[in-house]
C-alpha cells in the first residue's frame, strides 16, 4: 500500500489541501483497479465453436495471467490534523481521517499552508506529535507549510522555498530561501505559490511511481494547449 498524508489544520488555505487531493489520488481516479471478478471472467464457449475448445487437463496452457500492479493498485491519500474536523481559511468544514501521528506512517506527507504555520513551527508540542523522517519518507510542504518543516530541524542548511511572506521565518530557521516555485533534495520538496503544487504533485508522483503515470495525472488537469490534450486526443 502507497500511503500519503496531506497535513491540515485550522485556517488552512482550501487550494493547499483540495489541489493535493485531487491530483494525489489520480492514480486512484484515472487508474483504478480491474475487479478481480471481472478480470477472472471467462466467456462461455458456445455449443460447436471448435476454435475455443479446452486443452486436456481442463486449465488452457501457455497463458500466464498478468499481475503488474496498475498505478491505482493499493493507493491512499489521507488528511490529517490534530482534530477530527478543521475549518479551511474559507470556511469549509474539513473532516481529518486520522491525526498527525499517523504522518510518520505515510510513504509522503505534504504540510498544507495557512497563517496558523507561523505558530506551529514554533510549537515545541505539534512539533513533537508531527514526527517525518525524510529518510525512508518523501516529506513535502506547500508555501508556508514549510515553516513547519523548517521548525522540525528539516530544512536547516538546505535549499527551500515558500510563500513570500514566510521568507523571514523559514531563514530564521537555518533554510536558505530560494526563490523558485520548486526545490527538490533527495526525499525533500518545497513549493511556493499555489499552483506549484501541480509541480510538487508531478515530482512526488514520480517518484513514488513513475514519470509517465505523473505526467497522465497532472496534465488531466492542465489547460488545453498545455498538457491536456495529450492525455485525452
Known sequence: MTSIAIIAFDGVTDIDVFLH???LNRPLTMFPETPVEEAAAEPENAEGNADEEEPEGGEPEGEEEDTAPEPGRDWSVSILGTAPRHFTLAGYE??????IESARDMDAV???????????????????????????QYVCSQCSGSLVLAGSGILAGL???TYPTAREPLESKGAIFVDKPL????????????LAGAELDRWLLTKLIDAETADKCIDSGQAWGRGIEGVYS
Not at 183 to 194: F, L
Open 110 to 136: 505534504v504540510v498544507a499552508s495557512g497563517a496558523l504555520t507561523h505558530e506551529l513551527m514554533n510549537d515545541a508540542e505539534y512539533l513533537a506529535r508531527l514526527l517525518v523522517d525524510p529518510e525512508d
Open 159 to 161: 535549499e527551500a522555498t
Open 183 to 194: 526545490v527538490t533534495h533527495d526525499k525533500i520538496a518545497t513549493a511556493a505559490g499555489c
Open 21 to 23: 487531493w485531487d491530483f
Open 94 to 99: 474539513l473532516q481529518t481521517h486520522g491525526t
